[in-house]
């Protein structure tokens, strides 16, 4: 089978491509074919620089993958052959709060990931795939997908009429401003460009802010509220962005803490906590949360947005493009 692995944390440059052997399921573990996979911020952080953590050598890399089941353990009751199923992030994760035990780094980071033809996964650690998503748009959910869930619905509490502001045009705040519309909310938005401000208009953000045109949106989002402020934010910047996401919300908001696009030390914002009721930090969600995910994206007939998808051999410059930061939506690799 075809794999990718990381030889060095050196950027795309650092990406091997290998023929391995296929792995064989043990008595409850389930093989799958990959069909496709999608990378995440965190999986160029990762490759770039170890994600602040000793990784594995020649650690195979991407949380984020869907396929079909093509054989069995002969304990496996939750699946039969055939079956189409995503691998959740974390494998250890299926009801609950986050086990204290559990990595941050999941799939791709605490062991193998997404990025090979085969992987043998244990029959707790899958969910199906919606019946109306191709692979392609299946692979988009299991780390952005459903981040931006339990930062909007899980842990954000979302209720209609709310003003929830997303940021930017990445995978984890287009699905953040689309599970807000399902719950009734009105939806702010900032991007780089008039372009991308158009084409999330058409998506259905209310309110969009070119950041470039106003530096200070956090002014532009009190002025379009009415000097109310938001009720929620996905925070997807850090220390780059916090700042103005504190000084975009009332004093009983909700801040959700899922990225570091902007930088993850320095800049301004870790003064303002305590000014609004809440602040807290989203780092995925269970196999329950994914499956109550999946049962929305299914009756709303919800689809991904997806940018560009690569074929498999071409996995680095996938990378490649994601790192220009240019994409709008997911970007996707085919394992076809």
């Not at 990784?55 to 991407?62: A, E, K, R, T, V």
């Not at 244990?122 to 299946?138: C, K, M, N, T, Y």
């Not at 000014?275 to 949360?289: D, L, N, P, Y």
Request: charge should be neutral; include cysteine; proline fraction near 4%.
């Amino acid at each position: 089978m075809r794999a990718f692995r990381i030889a060095e944390c050196s950027g795309p440059s650092g990406l091997v491509r290998s023929e391995e052997t296929r792995p064989t399921p043990g008595a409850k573990e389930v093989l799958i074919r990959i069909r496709a996979s999608s990378i995440n911020f965190r999986d160029l952080m990762i490759l770039g620089s170890g994600h602040g953590m000793k990784l594995s050598s020649g650690l195979i890399p991407l949380s984020d993958g869907a396929g079909e089941v093509v054989s069995l353990g002969d304990r496996v009751t939750r699946f039969r052959e055939g079956d189409r199923v995503m691998p959740i992030f974390n494998q250890h994760w299926i009801a609950g709060d986050r086990p204290i035990s559990s990595s941050a780094l999941g799939l791709g980071g605490d062991g193998d990931g997404t990025l090979r033809d085969y992987m043998v996964v244990d029959q707790e650690g899958l969910v199906r795939i919606p019946d109306h998503l191709s692979f392609e748009e299946a692979a988009c959910l299991p780390c952005a997908g459903l981040t931006a869930w339990s930062a909007v619905v899980e842990k954000g509490a979302v209720y209609p009429g709310d003003v929830v502001l997303t940021q930017g045009s990445g995978g984890v705040s287009i699905f953040a401003s689309q599970f807000a519309k399902l719950f009734g909310a009105r939806v702010i938005r900032t991007s780089s460009s008039d372009e991308k401000c158009s084409r999330l208009r058409y998506l259905g953000a209310d309110d969009t802010i070119n950041y470039v045109e106003f530096p200070a949106w956090d002014e532009e989002v009190r002025r379009l509220t009415g000097g109310r402020g938001a009720d929620r934010v996905v925070e997807v910047g850090g220390a780059g962005t916090l700042a103005r996401s504190f000084r975009s919300v009332h004093a009983n908001a909700r801040i959700a803490i899922v990225g570091l696009l902007a930088g993850a030390k320095g800049g301004e914002g870790f003064d303002y906590v305590g000014w609004v009721a809440e602040t807290f930090r989203t780092a995925v969600g269970s196999r329950e949360s994914f499956e109550r995910m999946n049962r929305a994206i299914c009756w709303h007939k919800l689809r991904p947005v997806i940018d560009r998808v690569f074929a498999f051999d071409n996995a680095p410059a996938a990378f490649e493009y994601l790192q220009e930061k240019k994409h709008f939506g997911k970007v996707v690799i085919s394992h076809a």
